[in-house]
C-alpha cells in the first residue's frame, strides 16, 4: 500500500498535509503524535472511512476508490476505536459476521471452520454464546479482533486498540498485534498513543506532526531523543530495554 | 443460553405471536356477526374484512418501516412516524388533490392517487431525509426535534390546504382525504399489496446487508457494504412502506416505536428477518385487538390511534429518559 | 425596533377603520364590537405569549422551552375538558379556574421533572416536554371521545380570533397585570435563571420565584388558550428572535419581546383573514406554519454555528 500527497481539511483547517508513505508489507507499522496531529485521519482514509480531498492512495497496484468495496472487505479489515453496537449480539454471532464480505449471511461449512479458528486464536471459546454488552471492556475488544481475524484479511488496521483498556489487557492486545503479523504473515497498522507500545511492538513508526509527517523510519530511527522532543516539545530520556528504545518522560 | 435454544425461543415466540394474531382475527370476525341472518352477516363482513386487511398490510409495512429505519439511523427511540413522514404523505396526498381539484380523476380515481402519492413520497421524504441526515451529522437529537416540528408545518399546511379549499365542509373533505380505522381505504388493497411485494423484491440484496448495516458506518464500510448507495435505497423503501400504511389505515403515530422496541425486547436476536416478522405480527396483534376493544366496549367512540398515542407516548418517554443507551 | 412594531400596528387599525368608515354609520357598532375587542385580543395574544415563553426559557435555561414545548398548553386544554365534563352546566368561570389550575400543575409537573433527572441535553428538554404533551393530549382526546364532548372540544381548542366579539374575551386583559408583575420581577428572574447555587448566594429563594415565574407563565397561557384557543411557536421563537438582537438580560429585552410578540401575531391574522376571504383560516395555522418554519431554520443555524462549541465539549469528554 502506498499514500501520495494525501490532504484533508475540516473547514479552513488542513489536518492531513501532503502526507506520502509506503506501508512496509508484512510488518508492524504504528502511527504516533500528539493529538490533533492527523494520524486518526489518514487511518480514516487508507481506511476508506473518511473520504480524502487529494492525493492518492494506492492498494496492491489499484487506486482505494477503484476497489469494490465487498472486495477490499476481503484484503483489509479495520477496528475502529467506537464500538458501542447496540444488538443482541453473541461472541459467536459477531465473530461470523465478519465472513460477511464472503458469504453474506449464510455461513459455508468452511466458514464456520474460520470463526472456530479465530474464537480459539483469542482464546474465546468459553465466551461463545455469551451476548457481548454482558462481556468485560477488555473481552469484548478481544472479540472484535477476533471478528477482523475472522475477516482473514492481509491488512489488519487498529485505531487506538488500546484506548479505555486496563495495562494488563493492553499489553495483552499489542502482544496480539505482534503475533497477527509473525505467525499469520498479516500486515498491521496502529494508531497509538502510548509511545512505548509503539516502540516495543512495532517494525515501523510514523510520526505525525500538524498534519504533516515528522518522521517515519524504523523504530530506533524514530524513537530517539531529538526527534521525539521535536515531535511532542516535551524533554525525553532513552533507555533500552530488552534491546527496545523506551522513551521516559516527566 | 446457548445458540440452539435461543433460535428455538425465538421459534416458539413467533409461533404464539401468530396464535395470537389468528385468535383476534377469529374474535373480530366473528363477535356479533349475526350468522343466523346471512343478509346482516353478509354486510357486516363487507365493512370488517377490508379493515382486517388494510390493519394487516398497515401492520407489516410500519413493522418493517420502522425498524429498517431504526437500523439505518443506529438508534432505537426515532421511528419515521416520529419524524413526520406520516404527515408528510397527507401533505403531498391533500396537496396533490389541491393542485388538480376535487373533480380531478386524481381524487375520484384511489389507485391513481396512490400511485401518484407514492411516487411524490419516494423523492420528496427521502429527499429530505437524507438531507437532514447529512446536515445534523447524524445526531439524533436533533434529527427527532426537527423531525417534530416538520411534522405540525406540514400538518398545519395540510389543513391549511383543506380549508381554502372548501371552508364549509372542511371536515368531510378531512375524512375523504385521510384514511383511519374506521374509514378505511379499501379501494387500494391490492395496489398496495402488489407495492410492498416490488418494494421487497427491489430491495432484497441490501434487505440482506441489515445485519451488517445495523453495527454502524465503519463497521459495515469495514465489512464491505456499499454504505450510502445502500442505505439510500432502503430510506427510499422506508418512505414507501409508510406511504402505503397512511394511504390505508391513515396516521398512527407510536405503533412503529412500539412494536420495533417490542420485538427486539422478545426476539433476543439481531436478525432482521425474525425481528419484522415479529414486529409485523405484534401489530397486528396490537392493531387488530385495539380495533376489538375499541368497537365493543367502547362502541367505536374511542378510536384506537387514541390508545396507541397514549400508550406509545408514555413508552417514548421511558425509553427516552431511562434506557440511556437506547441514543 | 420599538418603532417598526408601532408604525404597523397603527397601520393594521388604520387599514381596518378605513374599510369600516367606508361604510355607513352601522359599521361603526361592528367596530366596537367585533374589530377593537379582536385587536386587543390580538395584541394581549401576542405580548402573553410570549412574555410566557421568555419567562420559562429563562428559568429553565433552556432556549427551546415554551408553553408549545413544556406541556402547558395541552395541560390547559385539559383542565378545559375536565370543567366540561364535571360541570358542563357552569361558566366561563369554572372553566377558566380549571385552564388555570391544571396548566400550573402541568407545567411545574414538567419543570420539576426535568430538573430531578438532570436532563442536560438542550434538545432532550424540549423533545420530552412535547412527548409529555402529547401523552396528555391523548388523554384529553380520550375523555372527549368517552363523553361526547369532541365536537364541542375541538372548535374550542382550534385558536381563532374569529369568535371574539365585545364580552366574551375580556378575560385576556388578565394577561397586562401579570406581564407587569413578571416586570417588576424580571431581575429575580435572571438571578434564578442562572441556577440553584447562583442565587443562594445573591440570597433569593429559588424555589419560591422559580414555582411563581412557572405560574405567571402557566396563569398568562392558560387565559389566552380560554379566550383564543391554541396558538403554538409564538412563546417560542419570539423570544429568541428578541435575543439575537438584544441580548438576554431579561428587563431589557421584555418590552421587545412583547411588542414582537403581538407584531407577529397581528401579522399572522392579517394573513389568515385575507388569504381565502371571506373566510378565515384558523390563526393556529398560520402561526404553526410561520412558526415552525421559523424554528427549524433556528435549529439550523444552531447546527452550523454553534459546532465550534459543541466540538469543544465532546474533546473535554
Partial sequence: MNVKDLIKSYGRKKVVNEVSFEVPKGKVLSLIGPNGAGKSTVMGMISRLIAKDSGAIHFEDKDLTKWKSRELAKKLAILTQHNNIQMKLMVRELVAFGRFPYSGSRLTPEDNAMVDKAIEYMELEEYQDRYIDELSGGQRQRAYIAMVIAQDTEYVLLDEPTNNLDIYHASNLMRIARRLCDELGKTVILVLHEINYAAFYSDYICAFKDGYIAKFGKVDEVINKDCLKDIYNVDFEIIRVKDKPLSVYY | ?327 | MCLSAFSLFLGAIELDIAKLIAGDWEQVRILVISRIPRLLAILCTGVGMSVAGLIMQKLCMNKFVSPTTGATIQSAQFGIALSMIFFPTMGLGVRTFFAFALAVIGTLLFVFFVQKIKVKDTVLVPLIGIMFGNIIGGVTNFLSFQWEINQQLSTYFSGSFALIIKGNYELVYLVLPLVILVFIYANHFNIVGMGQDFSKNLGVNYSLILIMGLSIAAVITASVIVVVGQISYIGLIVPNIVSMFKGDKIRGTLVDTGLFGALFVLVCDMIARTIIAPYEIPIELVAGIIGSIIFIIMLYYKLTHGKRGKKGVKAGE
Fill in chain 2, 1 to 327: 443460553m446457548n445458540k440452539v435454544n435461543a433460535h428455538r425461543r425465538n421459534a416458539l415466540v413467533l409461533a404464539i405471536l401468530a396464535a395470537a394474531v389468528i385468535l383476534a382475527v377469529m374474535l373480530y370476525l366473528n363477535i356479533n356477526s349475526y350468522p343466523e341472518k346471512p343478509q346482516l352477516h353478509a354486510y357486516i363482513m363487507s365493512l370488517r374484512m377490508p379493515t382486517l386487511v388494510c390493519m394487516v398490510i398497515a401492520s407489516v409495512a410500519i413493522g418493517a418501516a420502522t425498524l429498517v429505519f431504526q437500523s439505518i439511523v443506529n438508534n432505537r427511540i426515532v421511528t419515521p412516524a416520529l419524524l413526520g413522514m406520516n404527515s408528510i404523505y397527507s401533505f403531498l396526498h391533500t396537496a396533490a388533490v389541491f393542485v388538480f381539484g376535487t373533480g380531478s380523476a386524481l381524487y375520484l380515481n384511489a389507485n391513481l392517487a396512490f400511485g401518484v402519492d407514492l411516487v411524490l413520497m419516494g423523492v420528496v421524504a427521502t429527499f429530505v431525509y437524507w438531507h437532514l441526515f447529512k446536515k445534523t451529522g447524524h445526531n439524533i437529537l436533533y434529527i427527532m426535534l426537527i423531525g417534530t416540528v416538520l411534522s405540525s408545518l406540514f400538518g398545519s399546511i395540510q389543513s391549511s390546504m383543506i380549508r381554502i379549499m372548501d371552508p364549509d365542509e372542511y371536515d368531510a373533505l378531512l375524512n375523504s382525504l385521510v384514511a383511519d380505522f374506521n374509514n378505511v381505504n379499501g379501494e387500494i388493497i391490492a395496489f398496495s399489496i402488489i407495492a410492498l411485494i416490488v418494494i421487497w423484491a427491489v430491495l432484497y440484496r441490501d434487505l440482506r446487508q441489515l445485519d451488517v448495516i445495523a453495527m454502524g458506518r465503519d463497521r459495515a464500510i469495514n465489512l464491505g457494504v456499499d454504505y450510502d448507495n445502500c442505505i439510500r435505497r432502503l430510506l427510499f423503501g422506508v418512505v414507501c412502506c409508510i406511504a402505503v400504511a397512511t394511504a390505508t389505515i391513515g396516521p398512527v403515530s407510536f405503533l412503529g416505536l412500539i412494536v420495533a422496541n417490542l420485538s427486539r425486547q422478545i426476539l433476543r436476536t439481531y436478525k432482521h428477518s425474525h425481528l419484522i416478522v415479529g414486529a409485523g405480527l405484534m401489530g397486528m396483534i396490537a392493531l387488530i385487538g385495539g380495533q376489538l376493544v375499541s368497537q365493543h366496549i367502547f362502541h367505536f367512540t374511542v378510536p384506537v390511534s387514541t390508545f396507541v398515542t397514549i400508550a406509545g407516548g408514555l413508552y417514548f418517554l421511558y425509553l427516552l429518559l431511562f434506557k440511556k443507551g437506547a441514543y
